[in-house]
Each structure stands twice: as C-alpha cells, then as structure tokens.
C-alpha cells in the first residue's frame, strides 16, 4: 500500500513564499510522472505542475516562473516551491503520484491536501 502525506501549507502574505511537501510511503513501484494540484473555493481543481520520470517539467501558466516542481528520488518525496504568492493562489493543494508496479498495473495515488492562504 502507498500512502502519501503532504506537508508545508500555511497563512502567508502576498509576495511571500512557501514550500509544499509530499512524500510517498511503501515500496516496490516505480514513479512514472508526479503532479500538484489546487482547488480553491468555489472553483474546480486544477493542475498546477507536472514532473514526469524523465525528469521533464510543465507548469500552469499563471505559476511559471514563480512556482518550481523538484523531487528528492531517494526520500520519494515531491515538493512545490512557491514564490511571489498572490491571494489569488489560495487554495488547498494536492500532490499525486502516478505509479508503475510490477505486475499489477498502473496506479494513481492522492495526497489529503494541504490549505494555502496568502493575504493581501
């Protein structure tokens, strides 16, 4: 079984930063591509970035150049760096990891979120 806990949510204000975490625990899969997502109020949820296997990087438009996807393979652990937050940033935030294991399939795996809320 693989669980994922997320962590480094917070109250931040407007131009501050914040690093999200998500690490993934068990064994006995590969990583094929792992991903952020958000959902703020009233809104539907939306990818934010994407880091694939190959190491390859996509981010929604209104985070590029702001926002940086990273991993650490050796702790399976995904972050999301976030800098010069906008109020228009808050929302909870989920990592998924899309996972490879051997002889069962493909898997895709949730992180229970964690609330981002920058202030003005």
């Known amino acids: 079984q693989v669980q994922l806990v997320e962590s480094g949510g917070g109250l931040v204000q407007a131009g501050g930063s914040l690093r999200l975490s998500c690490a993934a625990s068990?064994?006995?899969?590969?990583?094929?591509?792992m991903r952020w997502y958000r959902q703020a109020p009233g809104k539907q949820r939306e990818v934010v970035a994407m880091?694939?296997?190959?190491?390859?990087?996509n981010y929604v438009a209104t985070v590029k150049g702001r926002f940086t996807i990273s991993r650490d393979s050796a702790k399976n652990t995904v972050y999301l760096k976030m800098n010069s937050l906008k109020p228009e940033n808050t929302a909870v935030y989920f990592c998924?990891?899309?996972?490879?294991?051997?002889?069962?399939?493909?898997?895709?795996?949730w992180g229970q979120g964690t609330q981002v809320t920058v202030s003005s």
């Open positions: 068990g064994s006995n899969f590969e990583i094929n591509a």
């Open positions: 880091l694939a296997h190959n190491g390859g990087t």
């Open positions: 998924t990891f899309s996972l490879q294991r051997p002889l069962q399939g493909k898997y895709l795996y």
